[in-house]
């Protein structure tokens, strides 16, 4: 049975799910939830958190929030595709990898979603950008970023040396801001661009509801 993803076009959180799924060489069917005749068929995801998207549903379990889907979806499917999440047994690299998965939540994404929404979202709605907000979203994550310098300039990924679910959860937004005419991934530092430029280019980062 083909897992189903319903999501939305243009959808950063659909695109996120999207990349592990590559990554895991995980076969999926997208049902598009910007279509007009989409009205949430499946009464037992509806009844979870109304009409929350993107959700899953795998041999029958339903997985709603991005973030929970793809640490499912990379557990779950462990002994295939890319290794995303660092062995158990390894303390310490479990620590830096939940350290660098905050590192995203708390301050890459509340910036980096802002601004994309301001410059890239609207935009795609025929709505007009707050440059206000845009630039003060950009200027707050510009300095985030300082930190990312600096770790990436330790190590290759965020984690440490092997590519991980932290790493990934970067894609959509850092896309829709370089679409959107932002260098911001590319001007911190050499660290950061070299790291962006990698993750960035992945098969995996292709072919999602943003490309």
């Given at each position: ?91 310490k690299c479990c620590a ?81 801001l370089t679409r959107g ?31």
């Amino acid at each position: 049975m083909t897992l189903t993803l319903y999501g939305a076009y243009m959808c950063p959180s659909t695109a996120r799910i999207q990349v592990v799924l590559h990554e895991k060489s995980i076969p999926y069917k997208l049902v598009n939830t910007d279509e007009e005749s989409f009205r949430h068929p499946i009464p037992e995801a509806s009844s979870l958190f109304g009409n929350c998207i993107p959700f899953i549903i795998d041999k029958g379990f339903i997985l709603h929030e991005s973030r929970a889907i793809c640490r499912y979806l990379a557990t779950q499917y462990a002994d295939q595709g890319t290794k995303l999440i660092p062995d158990v047994y390894s303390i310490k690299c479990c620590a830096l990898f939940e350290q660098a998965v905050l590192c995203e939540a708390l301050n890459f994404d509340p910036y980096a979603s802002k601004a994309g929404y301001e410059n890239v979202i609207k935009r795609s709605k025929g709505l007009l950008p707050d440059e206000a907000i845009f630039e003060a979203s950009i200027a707050g994550l510009s300095s985030k970023l300082d930190a990312y310098e600096s770790i990436l300039g330790e190590q290759r990924y965020l984690a440490g040396n092997a590519l991980t679910l932290a790493d990934l959860y970067h894609i959509p937004w850092g896309t829709l801001l370089t679409r959107g005419g932002s260098d911001i991934m590319t001007r911190k530092g050499p660290n950061i661009t070299r790291w962006w430029n990698e993750i960035s280019t992945r098969d995996s980062s292709k072919g999602t509801v943003l490309n």
